[in-house]
T-cell receptor, first 113, second 116 residues
């Protein structure tokens, strides 16, 4: 079975500062890794994904994440955040070739002016 | 192209009543999923349809929940009778086939269910 732990429930940060949202996962089989974002009153949107290959994955809106197999982590980073990045971010995994997605509890990012 | 749509966006019902949630996937997507997020917790998988067949219903909490997918198109999720702990946001997602490759799941906006 797989599980996902998002280490921070809330992250406040000032505009133009860098941010890192932390995610650790547990799995006995190979997995795909994802970050989703949910803006207020909207559905989940895929931010980026790791399927295989390069461990540094770039996504939309300037976000990137690094897959670290030895640490079983998939932290999300952005070098300079904007007010518009205020949202809830979900780390998720699924088995390779599988369909069910396992989500973390979410991290609320608050970007302050 | 229209995305995944869900109806209603909000539903408030009394304990013991019945509620039916509807999901319309992206046209041509064989795979349809239901997920649920109870307040402040993780989003949990409920079940997965491939066309009209239930592929995986391991996440369905109990037999008060009934999911159907008529003709492999839209899906409904019925809760009967509703209990307080059923409150939460119900998400639907869809993806294309086939089984052996990665298929991105596209999520709907969710239905917020409140049971009083």
């Amino acid at each position: 079975a797989q599980s996902v732990t998002q280490l921070d429930s809330q992250v406040p940060v000032f505009e133009e500062a860098p941010v890192e949202l932390r995610c650790n996962y547990s799995s006995s089989v190979s997995v795909y890794l994802f970050w989703y974002v949910q803006y207020p009153n909207q559905g989940l949107q895929l931010l980026l994904k790791y399927l295989s290959g390069s461990t540094l994955v770039k996504g939309i809106n300037g976000f990137e994440a690094e897959f670290n197999k030895s640490q079983t982590s998939f932290h999300l980073r952005k070098p300079s955040v904007h007010i518009s990045d205020t949202a809830e971010y979900f780390c998720a995994v699924s088995r390779t070739g599988g369909f069910k997605t396992i989500f973390g509890a979410g991290t609320r990012l608050f970007v302050k002016a | 192209e229209a995305g995944v749509t869900q109806f209603p966006s909000h539903s408030v019902i009394e304990k013991g009543q019945t509620v039916t949630l509807r999901c319309d996937p992206i046209s041509g997507h064989d795979n349809l999923y239901w997920y649920r997020r109870v307040m402040g917790k993780e989003i949990k998988f409920l079940l997965h349809f491939v066309k009209e067949s239930k592929q995986d219903e391991s996440g369905m909490p109990n037999n008060r929940f009934l999911a159907e997918r008529t003709g492999g198109t839209y899906s409904t999720l019925k809760v009967q009778p509703a209990e307080l702990e059923d409150s939460g946001v119900y998400f639907c997602a869809s993806s294309q086939g086939p089984y052996s490759s990665y298929n991105e799941q596209f999520f709907g906006p969710g239905t917020r269910l409140t049971v009083l």
